[in-house]
């Protein structure tokens, strides 16, 4: 009689299907995390060129927000009580300048607005009040900044993607 000795521990075969295993995980999480990875590039890329378009944008609006300035650092408002007011003549000075849409709200108050495309779907928006009267003095206000924000021209193409929401019973 042969007595076979039984060792204790992993035989080839276990440890084999061991180090297949940790191989096969370690693949798995590589290309994870090189999805992940390139999915973060993706997302740093548009938002590089987003921020690329709104400051092009900015830029193009603070050149016309200077030429608006320009024009009604010239102005001045005369004594004669039978002249236009300032609104309106700030109105006849800036009717001039191209894209501008002019409003008197008010005798005393002129309303400016211009866009500034930022990309197919967005304009920049800004929104001017020149006041109804000159004011005087070396740091006098021309023009006070209302609103200065994007604005979506385009409707959101996500389709109709409702839910129902239990309203109760």
Do not use: H
Not at 2 to 25: A, Y
């Amino acid at each position: 009689m042969s007595e076979k000795q039984q060792t204790g521990g992993l035989s080839v075969g276990g440890s084999s299907i061991l180090v297949i295993f940790v191989v096969l995980s370690l693949t798995i999480f590589a290309a994870l995390s090189f999805m992940s990875a390139r999915a973060d590039l993706r997302l740093a890329e548009k938002q590089a060129q987003s921020a690329l378009e709104y400051y092009a944008a900015d830029s193009a609006a603070t050149r016309t927000l200077a030429a608006v300035d320009a024009r009604l650092r010239g102005l001045s408002l005369s004594p004669n009580a039978e002249a236009p007011s300032y609104a309106e003549t700030a109105a006849g000075a800036l009717s001039a300048l191209a894209g501008l849409e002019l409003e008197l709200t008010t005798p005393q108050s002129l309303s400016v607005v211009f866009e500034e495309p930022v990309n197919e779907r967005q304009v920049l928006r800004a929104v001017l009040r020149v006041p109804g009267e000159e004011i005087s003095g070396a740091g006098r206000e021309r023009c006070r900044i209302i609103s200065w924000r994007i604005v979506n021209i385009k409707e959101w193409e996500g389709g109709n993607n409702t839910i129902e929401v239990w309203q109760g019973e």
